[in-house]
Structures are given as C-alpha cells and as structure tokens.
C-alpha cells in the first residue's frame, strides 16, 4: 500500500527573508537599582551569583521597604546615585570606554516606549513578467488586506502606498528546498521530491514505523519546520495528486486520509488543487464547474473535448486511475576509500603506506566526479572491535595525494593502534567542484604567484587550525567592533578609507598627564604605561560617533582619533572621549587604540 506525505510550505519566501532579517536578541540593559549599601559581604551564606543577596540590608527586619529606598535613590542626581558594588553587587562590570551621557533620564515607561519596535509594514515580493510587476509572495498582513499574488505590483501600491515591495529571489527559495530535499533524503525517508516551488513529496511507504506511525511523523515533521521558522502543512495520502491538494487547499495542519478515498476526501475542493492549466480553469468557469465533484459524474469524452486530455489525466492522478511516479532528489554520496587488511599492523610506517594507498584511490574517485577534498577522515578500526578517528582540512580543495599524505604524517603520532589495526577506511565528508589545473603559462615560462595553500596546510597541522587566521572588515565604524578574524586564505574587503593602525590593542588604554588645545587640535604630550611622549606631528581629528542602537550610553557619545608621532618616530592611533565641546558627548579622557609600525 503506498503512502505518500506532501509537505507544503505556504510563505517560503516570505519566512525566509524575514529569518534572515531577524536581528540577534540583545540583552535588554539592566538599569542599577538604587539600594543601600551592604559593607559585608561575607555575610551571605549562598553561592555568588548575579541577583540580590538574601543578606542585603533591604531583606532584613525591621528596614524600610524596597521600592520606597528604590524611589529615594532614583530620585537621585546621575553622578550621585550609588555604585553596583554599593548595591549590594557581588562584582561590577568595567567602564565601557566609549561611553557618553544621555542629557536627563528619561522616565523607565518612555524608555520602554522608545525601545518598543515600531510595526513593520506589510512586505510583498514582486516579480517581473513582460513589461509588469506582479506580486510573487505577501505576507499575512498583506494577504489579509486583500494583496493576493498575480496582482500588479501598481494596484496594491495604490492600495496602500506605505507598502514595503522587494524583489523576490526564486534562486534562494530553490536552495532552501533542495537543503530540505536532501535532508529529507538523508534522515527521513530514501525517497523524496521537489514539489513546485513550494513543498516536497516524501514517500512514506515503509518507514513510517521508524517514527511511531504517520501521525507522529507528521507531528514531528511540523516541529522540525517550526524550529526552523517555517510556517507548513503535510496531507499523507495514496496518492501524489491527493497528498497534494489537501496540503495545500485542505485548511488543517496534518491532513490524513485512507488509500481509496480520494474522492470523497477531493470532492470539497476547488479545481486548482488538481494543478490544472490557467486555460483549463478558465474554460471550467465558463462551463460552470468549480469543484473537483463536479469533475466526478461527467463522462471522460465530453470533459477531455473542454477541459483538455491534461486535466482528466491529472483527475485519474489525483483518485489513483493512473500511476504518477516520482522522480527523487539523489543524495551526494561521501566518496568512501576502504582497506581491509590481511594481517593487522601497529607500526608508524605500516600505517603511513596504507595511507598512501587509500589517498591514491580517493584522488582517482575524486578526479572522476570532478571534486577536490576539503575535509578527510580517516576511521581506524582496531581488532579489540574500537575505532579511532583522525581528520584533517585544507584551506582549498585538492587532489593533491603527496600534500594529503604529509598532513597525515604531521598528525601520524596521534594514533594508537592497540592490539593492532585490521580495516581504515578514508572518508572525504567535505568536497568542492575542482577542475583540472591550467599549464599553459608554466610551459610557457611564466612565473605565476607562489601558492601559500600547502604552507598554510601544513602550519595548521603542527599549530593548530585555530592559530592561522586572517583580519576581515565589518561593518562598523567603531573600531574594535570594524574587524573580525577570518580564514587564512579568504580576500578581505570593505576597508574604511581612513587609515588604520597595524596593532589594534584589545582594549582601549587610558592615558595620563595630556596636554592638548580644544577643540580640534592634537596633544602634545602624553604619558602612557609610564612613559612620557612629546608629540611632534599630529593629524585629525577622524569623529566617529557611537552606534546607538547597540547600546543607550552611546546615543551621545563621540570620539575624535589622531594619529600623531614622537621624538623617537612612535606613531600612535589615540582618542579623546567627546567632540570638546558639548559635555554629554564624553569626558574628554583620551585613550591610546594602536599603533603604526
């Protein structure tokens, strides 16, 4: 008896922008509570954490009560109201260095109005047919004002001209499905479709007891969706047409229905669950048919002459008439290399040549496919029945059989044979597309660029992967937030056209005894780790102003950079906390960042 489940994705689109849209949580901050002060905190017999001490002077008999001494201290002025260690704090956070001062406090049920989002408008996603836009995808706010997709993308501007319209991306939605295809493949069931562009066929005959049943499968696959923010509907039925049309036109999250009662099930339902042509449809309505029941009762000649041979197929299809195969997603098989040894080995040497050998036949299944290894893993197993595992990774993808031996071989003392090995087994889990290596220049003389790949390679493997790195920007204009560690051999880009220093300290150093004019002007001397320098040559100032919407203490906040240079040719990247001008922006406290050279 065959099963089969559709799965069906209504706002794929829509969902997918969004889930890349969604900003990372931030902790809300956590405004200091104005408590009075515990001088011992030994007193507390509980474990330090990060809340209120059962011990403070608020929990004891006989005090006032807490909101009343909150009030007292909120009341008062910002530089007067009491510490987090006075507060009864186990420990107190540094001083953010970029740090500025709103003007006055605001009250805590405006604070929580501004950080409030405002509703989003309603997004739809147009698409480009001929010389019009038409609506692609809309999400529900917009489906519930009537914005339907095949509507001219004008229409609904017109309709509602705060309206949020993007392009939409067919390509992205199609990587998302063939992800869900292959996972599908891969932990579901071995056989699995790609259904329009908007769901997937999942033949469940003979795998649904590995789930509990049907019921708890399609439960379960529901939760899987969710997690991933997806918002979907599955019908198990006997047949692809029917498992089809009650996923998508059924209305209830987990449709099920018996194998031979597709016409009863089907008979509700409008024509366009059976995927009938937009000219089938329309020559139904002209004919005055507009469900699937009354499709049944009508003879097959008459009904093929105004419909078309193509929608009775479909109609067999759909009741279980006619066979409709499916033609499913072939998972990518790990090029496996496999030895099993006649006798087992425990040597160093012995263990290597085996290596040899399976890099020889990975290489020849690589070449095939056109594929080069990034990541291999090398399964020993061991005659008291354990396995051990050994992997390594390259920068690019390679078929470079002499270069993957001698990264095994820096890693070879790692192993542990035991009782001896009996069977290795090479697995490359991580590949890439590799075509063949041009030659013409090196026939010809030329000298290419060196190759730091295999250099690279081989450091990881004595230092570790985590040691070799190399800076990328991002898109910040504060400095210690503007970089980001990357693979060794990715492109940076993006770079601000403001020089930067060579050395960025990990966190900005407070500077002592400096002299500088106001507002604009470099200083002239300055001590820092003990040392006084007398500047000679300055240049700035480079304003970068705080990102506001990370933090409430940068709304204001301002820094002015200079690089300027000493009497012994130092050159330092320093700032200085505030335009000069303005109190709120900074305390003008100056700050050494980096250095050139």
Known sequence: MTRVASLYLPALSIER??????????????????????????????????????????????????????????????????????????????????????????????????????????????????????????????????LVPGMAVTQARALLPGLDIRASDPAADAAVLDQLASHAVRHWTPTAAISGADGLWLDLTGVTHLFGGEER??????????????????????????????????????????????????????????????????????????????????????????????????????????????????????????????????????????????LADMVEQLRTRGL???????????????????????????????????????????????????????????????????LGGTLAGDVGPADLSTLVDQLAGRAGRQALFTVGAVESDVPERATVRVEPMASPQGWPAWKRPVRLLRRPEPLSGVVALLPDRPPRRFTWRGHVHAVVAGDGPERIHGEWWRRDGEVWAVRDYFRVEDEAGARFWLFRRGDGVDGTTGDLSWYMHGLFG
Not at 69 to 95: F, I, K
Not at 235 to 264: D, K, M, N, S
Not at 293 to 320: F, N
Not at 394 to 399: E, F, I
């Open 17 to 146: 922008l969004r889930r890349l849209e969604r900003p990372r949580a931030q902790p809300e901050p956590r405004a200091p509570s104005p408590l009075p002060v515990d001088d011992d905190p030994g007193a507390c017999s509980v474990p330090r954490g990060g809340n209120w001490r059962p011990g403070a002077r608020w929990a004891r008999e006989g005090t006032r009560d807490r909101l009343a001494v909150a009030a007292e201290a909120t009341a008062l002025p910002l530089h007067q109201q009491p510490t987090m260690r006075e507060l009864g704090r186990r420990s107190e956070a540094a001083e953010h260095p970029f740090k500025g001062r709103q003007h006055a406090p605001l009250p805590a049920t405006v604070a929580r109005a501004e950080r409030a989002e405002a509703p989003a408008p309603p997004l739809i996603l147009a698409h480009q047919i001929g010389n019009q836009q038409l609506i692609a995808a809309a999400c529900p706010a917009a489906l519930a004002l009537g």
């Open 217 to 358: 499968f399609c439960a379960r696959l529901l939760g899987f969706c969710r997690r991933l923010g997806l918002t979907a509907r599955v019908a198990v039925a006997g047949t692809l047409g029917a498992a089809h049309a009650l996923a998508r036109f059924g209305g209830q999250p987990i449709e099920r229905i018996e194998v031979g009662r597709e016409a009863q099930a089907l008979a509700g339902l409008p024509l366009a669950a059976l995927r009938l042509t937009p000219e089938a449809l329309a020559a139904a309505t002209r004919f005055g048919l507009e469900r699937v029941g009354d499709l049944l009762p009508l003879p097959r000649g008459p009904l093929a002459r105004r419909l078309g041979l193509a929608s009775v197929r479909r109609l067999d299809e759909a009741l279980g008439r006619l066979a409709e195969p499916i033609v499913p997603v072939v998972a990518h098989e790990v090029p496996v290399a496999t030895l099993r040894l006649l006798e087992p080995i425990e040597t160093a040497e012995a263990i290597e040549k085996v290596i040899r050998d399976l």
């Open 372 to 438: 080069g290894a990034r990541t291999l893993v090398l399964t020993l197993d061991r005659v008291d029945g354990s396995e051990q595992r050994l992997a390594i990774g390259t920068v690019r993808a390679t078929r470079d059989a002499a270069h993957l031996a001698r990264l095994f071989h820096l890693r070879i003392e790692r192993v542990d044979p035991g009782l001896g090995i009996e069977t290795m087994r090479l697995a490359a889990p991580r590949t890439e597309p590799l075509g063949a290596t041009p």
